[in-house]
């Protein structure tokens, strides 16, 4: 398992397959439905795929969660994000 911390700074995570730990701190709807944010402290990173239920409930970031993704670089080649997969 890495932090959120881990994957925003280590370059030699980029296209691992990852656990990841933290709380859904905000989650797109319409159109940008499956796109949220994980969270842990002050480090947050984008997630694309199945949004969870937690990021639904009040209050939103209360409930800890650990995903299964894989790292990959966003539009901006200094950005990364998550692409959750299946548990």
Do not use: H, N, Y
Request: aromatic share 4%; glycine share 12%; proline share 6%.
């Amino acid at each position: 398992m890495v932090t959120v911390r881990q994957v925003v700074e280590r370059d030699s995570l980029t296209g691992r397959r990852v656990r990841v730990g933290g709380v859904c701190a905000i989650a797109g709807t319409g159109p940008s439905a499956g796109v949220w944010v994980l969270q842990a402290g002050a480090w947050a990173i984008e997630v694309r795929g199945l949004v969870p239920p937690s990021c639904f409930k009040e209050p939103v970031g209360s409930e800890a969660l650990t995903i299964f993704a894989q790292i990959v670089e966003g539009t901006d080649s200094t950005e990364r994000l998550l692409l959750r997969l299946p548990d």
